[in-house]
């Protein structure tokens, strides 16, 4: 049986790169902060809550105060969502 041809191939050689500057600053530095003040003031909401047996923040809402420390964790998750 005769044998096949082998078809050498060139090597690649890349084009010249050329080096660009990436900006990856977005004009958005102030969203992680805001993101963690509201996660850390939920948490602080609500284990003072338990803490002071329901005598503080607002003692007049009573289990409301729950409510209230979720909606601050849920604005910080809101805010998560524009983070880039």
Known sequence: MPKSRIRKKSDYT?????????????????????????????LVW?????????????????NWNIVIGFAFIAGGFGVSTQWK
């Open 14 to 42: 890349p084009p010249p790169a050329t080096a660009t500057a990436v900006r990856l600053s977005s004009g958005r530095s102030w969203i992680a902060p805001l993101m963690l003040g509201l996660f850390l003031l939920g």
């Open 46 to 62: 609500i284990v003072i809550y338990y803490v002071s047996s329901a005598a503080w923040p607002i003692s007049a809402i009573g």
